[in-house]
């Protein structure tokens, strides 16, 4: 028998027909057209106040919609009657799951091993991995498994960089993984290589590994964390010099609000977030760390860490695996260039760098940006952080960038 696959066809029909049409026909009721207000409670109806040429009432929007599988084509659609009826305030929400029902007190979802745990009062969910206890903890040569020879314990290689004998950059599934596609980026074949010394193209190919493999593990998930820890205060079990790409079947709070955030700013200015406040940086300029014409390095003016540090492309993008090489190239020259002036500084700290990057469905958003950020581990968060949630800096980052400066160009700094 020969099948015909109508699923595309007959989306575009519900839209048209059922969709649009519904709302036209509903359009000609009288009923809401003299009300002052019109209250528009789901997106069911959104399309109505498009077809209605006399609906001049203040509409007031307010929906749930649930962004943990986000769905743009649908969002897209949906979107196009809003921007046409007014100036909506949209704030992402919080509490609705995939199946739609309200989250009980102790929600748990299954997942790899572990379980995703619902944190009622944070609204945030939180990962419990009891495999991650059984890491093996290598610091020397001696039992390394990332190290090429012999004793080279690894899962089957995902990716390599070049193609070929011998390798700069490979990627392996991780054997302790957080989540189904969470793999190992092994960022040199030598145990003592750093970041910080790095050649430019040996920094640029763990840059291109992050961005390839974050390109292969994002379908199917909601978002993807790419972070490099440096330093036993870190949290590395294993010496050999590495990073982490894990896909998430959920949108972390911090994800979800910086959408929030974000969406609304370019709401309100036509513009990303991120592109007003490098403008602030450069034009204060006292917390410019580094800068070219692709790249700028500063301290954040309200940070999380001493010596933090955020490495933001001047022309803002949503999705950090799109970035083309030019910029890639000169992220890979601010990376080494300022985690060896932080090495000069402060002794080789401990740190985390992470990827901030649109989570999945959003790599085209008008209003998301991509950066890097570097936090130094100096301190141990304490009572004050814990009992409010308030990071403590005692380092103003305009003195932190300036010693990274004279660092970095020390005849430019008088
Ligand atoms: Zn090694």
């Not at 949290?235 to 949108?251: E, F, K």
């Not at 700290?349 to 958003?365: I, M, S």
Request: proline share 7%; net charge neutral.
């Amino acid at each position: 028998m020969q099948t015909v696959d109508v699923g595309e066809l007959a989306v575009s029909a519900y839209r048209t027909v059922a969709y649009e049409e519904t709302a036209r026909r509903n359009a000609g009721e009288e009923s809401f057209r003299d009300g002052d207000f019109v209250f528009v409670h789901d997106p069911q109806p959104a399309a109505i106040l498009s077809f209605a040429d006399k609906a001049n009432a203040k509409r007031v929007w307010r929906w749930y919609l649930d962004t943990s599988q986000p769905q743009p084509e649908t969002w897209d659609y949906v979107a196009k009657f809003v921007d046409g009826a007014g100036r909506p305030d949209r704030r992402l929400p919080r509490r609705f799951p995939r199946d739609g029902k309200e989250r009980t007190i102790m929600t748990t979802r299954r997942w790899h091993g572990g379980q995703l745990r619902w944190n009622t009062e944070s609204q945030a969910w939180s990962i419990l991995a009891p495999g991650r206890q059984d890491r093996p903890h290598v610091s020397g040569r001696a039992g390394c498994p990332f190290c090429p020879g012999p004793g080279e314990d690894t899962p089957p290689e995902t990716w390599r960089l070049p193609d070929g004998d011998g390798w700069l950059v490979r990627t392996v599934p991780n054997r302790y993984a957080l989540s189904d596609r969470h793999e190992i980026v092994i960022e040199s074949p030598r145990h003592d290589w750093d970041l910080s010394t790095a050649t430019v193209a040996e920094a640029a190919a763990v840059l291109s590994a992050w961005q390839t493999r974050h390109r292969e593990l994002r379908a199917g998930a909601a978002q993807i964390a790419v972070f490099r820890n440096h330093g036993p205060a870190a949290g590395i079990s294993l010496a050999h010099p590495h990073s982490q790409i894990a896909g998430l079947p959920v949108l972390s709070e911090s994800a979800r609000r910086n959408l929030e955030v974000t969406r609304e700013h370019h709401a309100r200015t036509g513009r990303r977030l991120a592109e007003d406040l490098l403008a602030v940086e450069l034009s204060t300029g006292s917390r410019i760390v580094s800068a070219d014409e692709e790249i700028v390095a500063f301290s954040p003016f309200s940070g999380t860490a001493n010596y933090e540090v955020w490495f933001v492309p001047r022309t803002p993008a949503a999705d950090f695996a799109a970035a083309p090489r030019s910029t890639v190239d000169a992220l890979a020259r601010a990376l080494r260039t300022v985690l060896a002036a932080l090495r000069g500084e402060l002794s080789d700290p401990a740190y985390n760098l992470v990827v901030h990057t649109a989570p999945t469905g959003y790599e085209d958003a008008p209003f998301a940006a991509w950066s890097v950020r570097l936090a130094p581990r100096l301190e141990i968060a304490a009572g004050l952080e814990l009992a409010t949630g308030i990071p403590v800096v005692t380092v103003a980052p305009e003195t932190a960038a300036a010693r990274l400066r004279a660092r970095i160009a020390p005849s430019l700094v008088s």
